[in-house]
């Protein structure tokens, strides 16, 4: 007889998380969280705000033993209440996968990929936008609108989908067709833009402050960011609680890169892990590479760059809105920022298809062509463990890549 196992996220009412209120980085303000918030209140600051828990509890990580391997196994330090309320397809938990055959590129150095393809919807905006979606039920929101550049559209169909709520996605035309099929599929309401991701968020906004939705756009909304941040806990736990020395992030909005930061300030905090840091690398796209022209620049915040189509959809943010945050982070981990032309990406995406069997986005292929150069630079020192971050799938991109 087959028996099937199944584990729900916790069998109590109350997920027993530790969230406690919202704060503004920037300027310190803090916020309720049982209605609905967006970003700081204060018109001369309006930052993303942050979630915050109490942190002081004495929770342990040997108390993770045992739990399902999805990212709601951190869920005191997720911010659903409920557990009723919780949104999940499963999300989370992702291989970390160790470079084989393209080894003897690394040298002394070794590469670890974290392979997020394998997140319902093929990308890791399924776990920003589960904690987002699962939040906004718990608030009683019923209609959600993003504008996106692919992933992150098709994720909130298939979330809002399994939470009842409406989905309204702002997408431009230039997006593979793929992307737009399964936010139909999902059935969300989908407008096509002709521009950029910022034309798709200037109707979105428009349109969720006529209409009374809720915007959930990257870092304009606090709930996506601890979404995100699984994937520092996760790397924290799956290395045994030894961070690598630097990590390559694909940086668009850059939701991932501050969550992962995020993530290592708390579980210090929890005295899971030392003060020791990763260097952090925001890796862009030539066509779009604002944070890099500021990073270089000794700028605080970045210009609006936008050069244009790109195979990296998810790469295609002129100005993000957390840009100072983004900034902060690099410059404090120590890292850097730099840009990876079309052709470039394209030519590593295939290298890796051909040697190591993964069929990675070009988001995540620019990442190995970061770490070349920075190796090659000796900016990525010898015997250093580095960890690149891919972002979703590439057969989600096949309309973009070449095949030759």
């Known amino acids: 007889m087959l028996h099937i196992h199944t584990e729900s996220v916790d069998s109590a009412t109350h997920t027993e998380t530790l969230f406690t209120h919202l704060e503004c980085p920037a300027c310190g303000l803090t916020y309720s969280a049982d209605v609905v918030r967006t970003v700081c209140e204060d018109v001369n600051c309006l930052s993303s705000l942050f979630a915050r828990y109490d942190l002081s509890s004495g929770f342990s990580k040997e108390s993770l033993k045992g739990r399902a391997a999805t990212m709601w196994r951190y869920k005191e330090f997720l911010p659903v209440v409920e557990t009723e309320n919780i949104v999940t397809l499963g999300e989370g938990f992702t291989p970390i996968i160790p ?76 997006t593979p067709q793929v992307f737009k099929d399964e936010c139909r599929l999902y059935g969300a309401e989908l407008i096509e833009v002709d521009g950029n991701i910022s034309d798709c968020g200037k109707l979105a906004n428009e349109q969720a402050t006529a209409n009374g939705w809720f915007q959930v756009s990257t ?32 940086t668009g909005g850059g939701t991932g890169l501050i969550g992962i930061w995020k993530a290592f300030d708390e579980m210090e905090q929890l005295g899971w892990i030392g003060n020791e840091r990763p260097r952090m690398v925001a890796v862009q796209s030539e066509s779009c590479n604002g944070i890099v022209q500021a990073f270089h620049g000794e ?44 052709a470039q990406m394209s030519e590593a995406l295939k290298e890796i298809a051909r040697n190591e069997g993964m069929l990675i ?44």
């Open 99 to 174: 470079l084989l055959n393209l080894k003897h590129m690394a040298g002394s150095n070794e590469v670890l990929w974290k392979d997020e393809a394998g997140n319902p919807t093929g990308s890791f905006k399924a776990r920003g936008i589960g904690a987002a979606v699962s939040k906004a039920k718990e608030l009683g929101i019923t209609t959600i609108v993003t504008p996106t550049a692919g992933n992150a559209g098709g994720a909130l169909a298939a979330f809002a989908a399994r939470a009842g709520i409406k989905a309204v996605v702002y997408m431009p035309k230039l």
């Open 219 to 250: 870092l304009k909304e606090p709930y996506r960011l601890e979404g995100k941040k699984t994937m520092g806990y996760e790397i924290a736990e799956q290395l045994n609680w030894q961070l690598p020395d630097v990590i390559l992030y694909p």
């Open 299 to 342: 700028q605080v915040s970045s210009a609006f760059v936008d050069g244009g189509f790109t195979i990296a959809n998810g790469l295609r943010v002129p100005k993000p809105y957390a840009d100072k945050i983004i900034l902060k982070v690099l410059r404090d981990s120590e890292g850097t920022a730099l840009s990876v032309p079309d």
């Open 361 to 404: 986005a070009p988001e995540g292929a620019a990442l190995w062509q970061a770490f070349k150069y920075l190796k090659a630079t000796g900016w990525i020192k010898e015997q250093e463990q580095v960890l690149l971050l891919n972002t979703g799938s590439g057969y989600k991109y096949l309309e973009n890549i070449e095949i030759s």
